[in-house]
């Protein structure tokens, strides 16, 4: 079942709407067109625990700093000094943290109005939206079409495609952002939460979230987390990079990435202990950003009046690696011209007992 609403307007007066995505067993998606965002899901056996951070109206999405449940791009994370290089062209793109580009620069793709261009109800409901990013959008090359579509399938599991398509070589890397608060949103932080990472190897960083160009075992180091580990513990690892971030904000390496894209990994399991509810995450890409929230601020008034804080929420993004058009050892997220852009990241909700 697919429920259209209006939820707001653009500054412009320009409508933004909500598409309310229900599967047969009764859980439901909430996508807005005004960044891609996913704003609320609910679960079939408790419609009153939404797993998701959010806003109640289009003012306050428009205004949040945190990108919260955004479609991230042109480029999700950093880029180092806005600058890299495609063929010997040098571009210098938008920079708005620390002289580096965040998630696509001072206007990326989170507040925009996105158009729908498709919905499916068939087997189980399903939407697309597509943007246009014209070629010179915050510095970058190329004019970019882009098509994102959400399905919630019968085991609850909701699949993100990303489909694109540019005229020129750019380079290209969605997400996306949604804090996940697997006791519901309204619950305060996720501390006792376990996360348990499919990955050998994470990409070491500066102190301004650069990574260093290396790929590093994890072994031994605070970044191991393929034992299912409670963020609070991980948070309060004596590690000066975890330190630096107030939490986790890394980049870990999926394990059994190839380079074709044409393959789902399992990359994180997140448990919520006293619900037994479990958070299952796939993905095509080469990397995952756990963020835990760090930088929420502390007086964000989410939906219902419910106060979020750091801590409240934590992102599963996969990505290519930040600053990846710097790093020509790291996969590339170069993007040819002309050339299909294929992606896909999944996020299930499962029963401890079911697993
Ligand atoms: C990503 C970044 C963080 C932060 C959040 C949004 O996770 O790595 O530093 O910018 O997005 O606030």
Same mark, same amino acid.
């Given at each position: 079942?697919?429920?259209k609403?209006?939820?707001?307007?653009?500054?412009d007066?320009?409508?933004?709407?909500?598409?309310i995505?229900?599967?047969?067993?009764?859980?439901s998606?909430?996508?807005?067109?005004?960044?891609?965002?996913?704003?609320? #899901?609910?679960?079939?056996?408790?419609?009153?625990?939404?797993?998701?951070?959010?806003?109640? *109206?289009?003012?306050?999405?428009?205004?949040?700093?945190?990108?919260?449940?955004?479609?991230?791009?042109?480029?999700?994370?950093?880029?180092?000094?806005?600058?890299?290089?495609i063929?010997?062209?040098?571009?210098?793109?938008?920079?708005?943290?620390?002289?580096?580009?965040?998630?696509?620069?001072?206007?990326?793709?989170?507040?925009?109005? #996105?158009?729908?261009?498709?919905?499916?109800?068939?087997?189980?409901?399903?939407?697309?939206? *597509?943007?246009?990013?014209?070629?010179?959008?915050?510095?970058?090359?190329?004019?970019?079409?882009?098509?994102?579509?959400?399905?919630?399938?019968?085991?609850?599991?909701?699949?993100?495609?990303?489909?694109?398509l540019?005229?020129?070589?750019?380079?290209?890397?969605?997400?996306?952002?949604?804090?996940?608060?697997?006791?519901?949103?309204?619950?305060?932080?996720?501390?006792?939460?376990?996360?348990?990472?499919?990955?050998?190897?994470?990409?070491?960083?500066?102190? *301004?979230?650069? &990574?260093?160009?290396?790929?590093? &075992?994890?072994?031994?180091?605070?970044?191991?987390?393929?034992?299912?580990?409670?963020?609070?513990?991980?948070?309060?690892?004596?590690?000066?990079?975890?330190?630096?971030?107030?939490?986790?904000?890394?980049? #870990?390496?999926?394990?059994?990435?190839?380079?074709?894209?044409?393959?789902?990994? #399992?990359?994180?399991?997140?448990?919520?202990?006293?619900?037994?509810?479990?958070?299952?995450?796939?993905?095509?890409?080469?990397?995952?950003?756990?963020?835990?929230?760090?930088?929420?601020?502390?007086?964000?008034?989410?939906?219902?009046?419910?106060?979020?804080?750091?801590?409240h929420?934590?992102?599963?993004?996969?990505?290519?690696? &930040?600053?990846?058009?710097?790093?020509?050892?790291?996969?590339?997220?170069?993007?040819?011209?002309?050339? &299909?852009?294929?992606?896909?990241?999944?996020?299930?909700?499962?029963?401890?007992?079911?697993?």
């Amino acid at each position: 079942m697919i429920d259209k609403s209006q939820f707001g307007q653009m500054p412009d007066g320009q409508i933004i709407d909500s598409y309310i995505l229900t599967n047969n067993n009764g859980m439901s998606v909430e996508i807005l067109t005004l960044g891609a965002i996913i704003r609320s #899901w609910r679960l079939a056996t408790d419609p009153s625990v939404d797993i998701v951070l959010g806003f109640d *109206n289009a003012t306050d999405y428009l205004s949040d700093q945190s990108y919260l449940g955004r479609t991230v791009g042109r480029y999700a994370n950093r880029i180092k000094d806005g600058e890299f290089k495609i063929a010997d062209k040098s571009y210098s793109v938008s920079t708005n943290l620390q002289g580096n580009c965040l998630h696509g620069g001072v206007e990326g793709f989170h507040n925009r109005l #996105w158009s729908v261009v498709n919905t499916e109800d068939d087997l189980y409901p399903s939407i697309t939206l *597509n943007l246009t990013s014209e070629d010179g959008d915050q510095g970058f090359p190329g004019t970019l079409n882009l098509d994102v579509t959400f399905s919630l399938d019968q085991e609850d599991r909701l699949t993100i495609e990303y489909h694109a398509l540019s005229n020129q070589d750019t380079v290209f890397n969605p997400t996306q952002h949604s804090y996940f608060n697997l006791a519901g949103h309204n619950s305060g932080t996720i501390f006792d939460q376990q996360i348990q990472l499919s990955a050998n190897n994470y990409t070491p960083a500066d102190e *301004n979230a650069i &990574p260093t160009g290396e790929i590093k &075992p994890v072994n031994e180091t605070a970044f191991d987390l393929r034992q299912p580990t409670s963020f609070g513990q991980a948070i309060n690892r004596q590690d000066q990079a975890i330190k630096a971030a107030n939490g986790l904000d890394h980049n #870990w390496c999926v394990e059994g990435f190839s380079a074709a894209q044409d393959k789902l990994q #399992w990359v994180a399991d997140v448990i919520e202990p006293k619900s037994g509810r479990i958070l299952i995450t796939h993905t095509t890409m080469p990397g995952v950003q756990i963020y835990t929230g760090n930088f929420i601020g502390e007086a964000t008034l989410g939906k219902n009046n419910i106060k979020y804080a750091p801590y409240h929420g934590f992102c599963i993004e996969s990505q290519f690696y &930040p600053n990846s058009p710097n790093q020509a050892e790291f996969p590339s997220a170069t993007l040819p011209a002309n050339t &299909p852009f294929v992606s896909k990241t999944s996020y299930q909700i499962k029963q401890k007992s079911q697993q």
